[in-house]
């Protein structure tokens, strides 16, 4: 028994539902129009004709074949009011969907590296993310490091945002993870703690399950980005489950980039059920063909979700977050008085 009368039924309640996304690459959500409008305002030529012809170039065997178009398509942004533009279309979208609380990831170094100053990267989200909060959406934003490139570059970068650290709430680390373990990035992220910020990186996705004990013990990260590749390895398993860890999980960037085969062999169920605290996001929505709640109706389809899986991946979604306890329980009566009204 799910606890819903009909798929449809199911799609309404998570609808509905109060959620945090914890798991969004601002770049990711670079829909093709806004692709296209943006290449116009800035002289920027595209190797793509029209929308269709990119939607139709967004089909991947594996992590890196969507990154080499991840990183072409945000030579368009350059603007200051760009990063803005795109950080506003995508809070109006999660809004829809009910996200009462974003974690936004972003990648400096896809824009640095092209003469794209910090200030114009984090300004434009940032001034976006304060606009937001005046519309009921809290956020905090986090800095990912490209794991393809050598750590100098990363403490560059982090030197780099010093200025505006009070923006910042934590670093992460993406990018290609085969060839790419935690342990190459063990002394900038040690600063980076020392600076106070919160540390993720992605471990588990493509990479082993030695990449996820390097996260944990090497990097001592404060959440883990897929993890996947955990369920491979049961010590592993328990000691994330012991040290009360979160797992932020994207089913449709697994599908799409042959994490899974299929929805239905999804882990998502197998890690609730080990204990792990698990939530959906939609990680690059523009990418994988939807945004948080698309995410929860394709796996709650695919894996027939019950309902109070559901609610628990909704509960997890908030207190996995870096919002102080006492906000955190203010959304964990939100969704106590959704239920109750269902
Ligand atoms: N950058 C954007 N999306 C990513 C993903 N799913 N894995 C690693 N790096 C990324
Ligand atoms: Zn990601």
Redesign the pocket.
């Known amino acids: 028994m799910t606890g819903f009368a009909s798929r449809e039924a199911r799609a309404a309640f998570i609808a509905g539902l109060p959620k945090a996304e914890l798991?969004l690459?601002i770049e990711g959500s670079l829909e093709p129009e806004m692709m296209f409008s943006l290449a116009q305002r800035n002289g920027v030529s595209l190797v793509f004709e029209s929308v269709e012809a990119i939607r139709a170039a967004y089909d991947f065997s594996n992590l890196q074949d969507f990154l080499d178009i991840y990183y072409q398509g945000m030579a368009v942004l350059q603007a200051e009011q760009d990063f803005f533009d795109l950080t506003t279309a995508y809070l109006d979208r999660a809004a829809t969907d009910g996200v009462r609380h974003v974690e936004i990831?972003f990648d400096p170094q896809g824009h640095t590296a092209r003469g794209v100053p910090m200030a114009n990267v984090v300004g434009g989200i940032a001034r976006a993310l304060t606009e937001a909060e005046e519309r009921g959406i809290t956020s905090q934003l986090i800095m990912c490091f490209l794991r393809h490139l050598p750590e100098a570059d990363a403490e560059a970068t982090l030197d780099a945002a010093l200025p505006f650290l009070s923006l910042i709430h934590g670093v992460g680390l993406?990018s290609s993870e085969v060839g790419h373990p935690p342990e190459k990035f063990a002394r900038v992220f040690a600063r980076a703690r020392s600076l106070g910020l919160k540390i993720v990186a992605?471990a588990g996705e493509e990479g082993p399950p030695d990449y996820v004990w390097q996260a944990l013990d090497v990097l001592q990260v404060d959440r883990i980005?897929h993890g996947n590749r955990a369920l491979e390895d049961a010590a592993l398993v328990q000691r994330i489950v012991s040290d009360g860890l979160t797992l932020t999980v994207?089913p449709l960037?697994n599908l799409k980039l042959c994490v899974v085969d299929d929805l239905a062999q999804h882990p998502l169920r197998r890690m609730l059920a080990a204990g792990l605290r698990a939530t959906v996001n939609s990680?690059?929505p523009a990418y994988f063909g939807g945004y948080v709640n698309a995410n929860f109706v394709a796996v709650a389809d695919a894996l027939n979700l019950t309902r109070d899986e559901i609610i628990t991946l909704a509960r997890n979604s908030f207190t996995g977050s870096f919002l102080p306890p006492a906000e955190q329980a203010v959304h964990l009566a939100a969704i106590d008085s959704f239920v109750a009204t269902y």
């Open positions: 798991h690459h990831f993406d992605h980005d994207c960037s990680d690059d």
